[in-house]
């Protein structure tokens, strides 16, 4: 949401259009990775345009780059952090590892199917730390990058000590926003999850 805030003040089309054209950019963004992980692991020009034309043209990864959706940004964010840890893997330095996991990071902040990662993160800092290409204080140091992006979920209380829309009209039953448990005044992530949504339809909807 916060991404697609940014892309609203675009000076072109309609908010919905602005949307939609984020869920594009970051299509092209994953294409463009995934052409170089796979430049990167093959050394071949020809088989990476392969695959990032399979990518790119295969049915559901065009129809989400086509709409206002969370799906493109997962794409991009997964193979970013895929290519830095393999970069990462076949150089020297760290500097690779800290932006992957600052990546990672991110994409938490997307879609929680970005934990499934977590074995081959941890496969690869491991294998490294046992080849000592890294030490226990680098790993720690390491840290940080994976825990800052986290703290994009203190968003969420913030906005709502702040009596923003869509807090405050989200306890008008006219809007359907309510607690989702009867007898219970307290909110819970449901809630939470539903009130985005609707916010973002109405927001479409009143072109705001």
Request: proline residues 4%; positive net charge.
């Given at each position: 949401?916060?991404?697609?805030?940014?892309?609203?003040?675009?000076?072109?089309?309609?908010?919905?259009?602005?949307?939609?054209?984020?869920?594009a950019?970051?299509?092209?963004?994953?294409v463009?990775?995934?052409?170089?992980?796979?430049?990167?692991?093959?050394?071949?020009t020809?088989?990476?345009?392969?695959?990032?034309?399979?990518?790119?043209?295969?049915?559901?990864?065009?129809?989400?780059?086509?709409?206002?959706?969370?799906?493109?940004?997962h794409?991009?964010?997964?193979?970013?952090?895929?290519?830095?840890?393999?970069?990462?893997?076949?150089?020297?330095?760290?500097?690779?590892?800290?932006?992957?996991?600052?990546?990672?990071?991110?994409?938490?902040?997307?879609?929680?199917?970005?934990?499934?990662?977590?074995?081959?993160?941890?496969?690869?800092?491991?294998?490294?730390?046992?080849?000592?290409?890294?030490?226990?204080?680098?790993?720690?140091?390491?840290?940080?990058?994976?825990?800052?992006?986290?703290t994009?979920?203190?968003?969420l209380?913030?906005?709502?000590s702040?009596?923003?829309?869509?807090?405050?009209?989200?306890?008008?039953?006219?809007?359907?926003?309510?607690?989702?448990?009867?007898?219970?005044?307290?909110?819970?992530?449901?809630?939470?999850?539903?009130?985005?949504?609707?916010?973002?339809?109405?927001?479409?909807?009143?072109?705001?």
């Open positions: 949401m916060l991404l697609g805030k940014t892309f609203t003040y675009l000076p072109v089309g309609d908010v919905g259009y602005r949307l939609n054209l984020m869920a950019v970051f299509a092209a963004g994953a463009t990775v995934f052409f170089q992980l796979s430049l990167l692991v093959t050394k071949r020809t088989t990476s345009f392969a695959v990032a034309c399979s990518l790119a043209f295969s049915y559901y990864f065009w129809a989400s780059a086509v709409v206002a959706e969370a799906y493109t940004l794409v991009f964010l997964t193979g970013l952090t895929i290519h830095l840890l393999v970069k990462w893997d076949k150089s020297q330095g760290n500097r690779l590892l800290f932006a992957a996991l600052l990546a990672w990071g991110l994409s938490f902040g997307n879609h929680m199917s970005t934990m499934l990662k977590g074995p081959a993160v941890a496969f690869l800092i491991l294998r490294g730390f046992q080849q000592n290409r890294i030490s226990a204080a680098t790993i720690l140091l390491a840290v940080p990058a994976f825990v800052l992006p986290l994009l979920y203190l968003y209380p913030w906005r709502y702040a009596d923003a829309l869509p807090y405050v009209i989200s306890h008008s039953d006219s809007f359907g926003l309510g607690p989702s448990r009867p007898h219970d005044d307290r909110w819970h992530v449901e809630d939470l999850n539903r009130i985005a949504i609707r916010v973002i339809d109405i927001r479409l909807q009143v072109g705001k």
